[in-house]
């Protein structure tokens, strides 16, 4: 083939050529996923192995009690029996012997049994485990109000990350300008060879910053992602913000600012009984203290009353089916030989009475949690104050330094300091945010008030993705 030869380039060949050429040239194609708080908390509620689980313990208690409450109720059951003898009895009535039955007997019949007195054990055991099953009811909002906590401060991290990375980025394109104008002076001769390479230094420093901003959102991300049970999105490499660049996910949650002022502290109540966690093992004791006493009633005795009616063969000697009534009553006594019910309703109070007390070190330890975070939270309020002034301050400082350096006032490395405290101020203005909203979250699963946030849109997971 001739060398000179041409091929002609059609249009859809050109665009089959750069879709091919993309990828190598660095270019991805950029997905984005907007997921708010309310939509992160339903969705963890509903994919949960966990709660499910506590829903699952908290069923099957309320059944059992159920199946307790049927111990008080007569019991009506259908009962047959058969019998073969090989001999027959017979009575000798001078040389001729009567059978005094037949071979082959049987009987067949409703028998209804009820007891009448049992000192209050089974109405004590259906009580014991209805409380039972309200306590599992309290431990699965105790599951559920950590799994909201655990969601909610895995959101508020990459809410912070998000924020950090943006800060970062921010002060890398600042540097990048920055090191643009110091490139063109010291081609003209204003600037030193230090100031050069010192403003390069500094975009690579942000530069690092930027990519371990953007590794730890990747992890926060994950960690969110596990609690919703969500795992469609496998390449998390380079996530970050909308606007910035490089990022491959763009993430858009509630912004860490208004998160924060939304919340009210004021509006959570301190922790009581009606606490989860405390209420819960304040049940297991009184339920414990009830199956003590359904024991204690064990040791009297117990009065049953028997009603029978069956079809019965034979009638005594004469072959013949004939219908059958019986009515008794049966009493038991237990002589405490060989009897676990005494021991055993001892060690039911001592499990009410270890109950109590660690109700009673759950609660203290609640309610110094709950102290030390509302002092906390108060601090973190005036810090926040002082935050902002800081980073007003800042900013105007860095922009003097940067005026004073191209007046040839200070050198670069002032310029640099200025940056790095107003980026450190920014950061620990949004770190205060975060702080504050850790706090909240943390206050409110204490008191027990971990209701959901609010009404969700859409699935974003299961929307097409931008």
Same mark, same amino acid.
């Given at each position: 083939?001739?060398?000179?030869?041409?091929?002609?380039?059609?249009?859809?060949?050109?665009?089959?050529?750069?879709?091919?050429?993309?990828?190598?040239?660095?270019?991805?194609?950029?997905?984005?996923?907007?997921?708010?708080?309310?939509?992160?908390?339903?969705?963890?509620?509903?994919?949960?192995?966990?709660?499910?689980?506590?829903?699952?313990?908290?069923?099957?208690?309320?059944?059992?009690?159920?199946?307790?409450?049927?111990?008080?109720?007569?019991?009506?059951?259908?009962?047959?029996?058969?019998?073969?003898?090989?001999?027959?009895?017979?009575?000798?009535?001078?040389?001729?012997?009567?059978?005094?039955?037949?071979?082959?007997?049987?009987?067949?019949?409703?028998?209804?049994?009820?007891?009448?007195?049992?000192?209050?054990?089974?109405?004590?055991?259906?009580?014991?485990?209805?409380?039972?099953?309200?306590?599992?009811?309290?431990?699965?909002?105790?599951?559920?109000?950590?799994?909201?906590?655990?969601?909610?401060?895995?959101?508020?991290?990459?809410?912070?990350?998000?924020?950090?990375?943006?800060?970062?980025?921010?002060?890398?394109?600042?540097?990048?300008?920055?090191?643009?104008?110091?490139?063109?002076?010291?081609?003209?001769?204003?600037?030193?060879?230090?100031?050069?390479?010192?403003?390069?230094?500094?975009?690579?420093?942000?530069?690092?910053?930027?990519?371990?901003?953007?590794?730890?959102?990747?992890?926060?991300?994950?960690?969110?992602?596990?609690?919703?049970?969500?795992?469609?999105?496998?390449?998390?490499?380079?996530?970050?913000?909308?606007?910035?660049?490089?990022?491959?996910?763009?993430?858009?949650?509630?912004?860490?600012?208004?998160?924060?002022?939304?919340?009210?502290?004021?509006?959570?109540?301190?922790?009581?009984?009606?606490?989860?966690?405390?209420?819960?093992?304040?049940?297991?004791?009184?339920?414990?203290?009830?199956?003590?006493?359904?024991?204690?009633?064990?040791?009297?005795?117990?009065?049953?009353?028997?009603?029978?009616?069956?079809?019965?063969?034979?009638?005594?000697?004469?072959?013949?089916?004939?219908?059958?009534?019986?009515?008794?009553?049966?009493?038991?006594?237990?002589?405490?030989?060989?009897?676990?019910?005494?021991?055993?309703?001892?060690?039911?109070?001592?499990?009410?009475?270890?109950?109590?007390?660690?109700?009673?070190?759950?609660?203290?330890?609640?309610?110094?949690?709950?102290?030390?975070?509302?002092?906390? +939270? #108060?601090?973190?309020? !005036?810090?926040?104050?002082?935050? @902002? /002034?800081?980073?007003? =301050?800042?900013?105007?400082?860095? $922009? %003097?330094?940067?005026?004073?350096?191209?007046?040839?006032?200070?050198?670069?490395?002032?310029?640099?300091?200025?940056?790095?405290?107003? +980026? #450190?101020?920014?950061? !620990?203005?949004?770190?205060?945010? @975060? /702080?504050?909203?850790? =706090?909240?979250?943390?206050?409110? $699963? %204490?008191?027990?008030?971990?209701?959901?946030?609010?009404?969700?849109?859409?699935?974003?997971?299961?929307?097409?993705?931008?």
């Amino acid at each position: 083939m001739n060398a000179s030869m041409k091929i002609p380039m059609t249009f859809p060949l050109r665009l089959a050529l750069l879709a091919l050429l993309l990828p190598h040239l660095g270019f991805a194609q950029t997905e984005s996923l907007s997921l708010t708080l309310p939509q992160a908390e339903r969705r963890a509620l509903t994919t949960s192995p966990r709660l499910k689980a506590s829903f699952s313990d908290a069923e099957g208690a309320v059944e059992f009690a159920e199946a307790q409450y049927t111990s008080m109720l007569p019991k009506l059951s259908l009962e047959a029996n058969y019998q073969h003898l090989g001999t027959v009895p017979t009575l000798a009535t001078g040389p001729v012997r009567t059978p005094l039955t037949t071979n082959s007997s049987y009987g067949i019949g409703p028998v209804l049994r009820y007891n009448l007195w049992d000192t209050g054990a089974a109405r004590q055991n259906y009580k014991s485990f209805s409380l039972l099953a309200l306590s599992r009811l309290e431990e699965r909002k105790s599951v559920q109000n950590g799994l909201l906590a655990n969601l909610r401060l895995a959101y508020l991290r990459v809410q912070l990350n998000l924020e950090e990375l943006r800060l970062v980025s921010g002060s890398l394109e600042l540097a990048k300008a920055q090191g643009k104008d110091v490139s063109n002076r010291f081609r003209a001769g204003a600037s030193s060879r230090l100031d050069l390479v010192s403003s390069q230094r500094s975009v690579l420093n942000f530069d690092l910053q930027f990519k371990q901003k953007q590794a730890e959102l990747t992890t926060s991300l994950r960690d969110l992602f596990s609690l919703m049970g969500e795992e469609k999105f496998t390449d998390l490499a380079h996530p970050g913000p909308e606007g910035i660049q490089p990022v491959t996910l763009v993430i858009k949650t509630d912004p860490l600012k208004v998160s924060a002022s939304h919340e009210n502290a004021n509006s959570i109540p301190p922790p009581d009984q009606g606490q989860p966690q405390i209420k819960s093992l304040h049940l297991q004791a009184e339920a414990a203290e009830l199956a003590a006493e359904g024991m204690k009633a064990k040791l009297y005795p117990t009065l049953q009353l028997i009603a029978a009616a069956s079809l019965a063969y034979p009638n005594g000697p004469t072959p013949e089916r004939i219908n059958q009534t019986a009515v008794g009553v049966s009493l038991t006594l237990p002589l405490f030989l060989g009897d676990t019910n005494r021991p055993l309703a001892a060690q039911k109070l001592k499990d009410a009475e270890a109950t109590r007390f660690r109700e009673d070190q759950l609660n203290s330890d609640i309610q110094r949690d709950f102290a030390k975070g509302s002092d906390m +939270l #108060q601090s973190l309020y !005036t810090q926040k104050t002082l935050a @902002a /002034q800081d980073v007003l =301050q800042s900013e105007e400082v860095a $922009s %003097l330094f940067y005026s004073s350096y191209k007046a040839g006032r200070n050198n670069l490395v002032d310029v640099q300091n200025a940056n790095n405290q107003a +980026l #450190q101020a920014k950061v !620990t203005a949004a770190r205060i945010d @975060a /702080q504050i909203l850790s =706090q909240i979250i943390t206050l409110r $699963s %204490l008191s027990g008030q971990n209701g959901l946030s609010g009404q969700s849109g859409k699935d974003p997971f299961h929307d097409s993705q931008n």
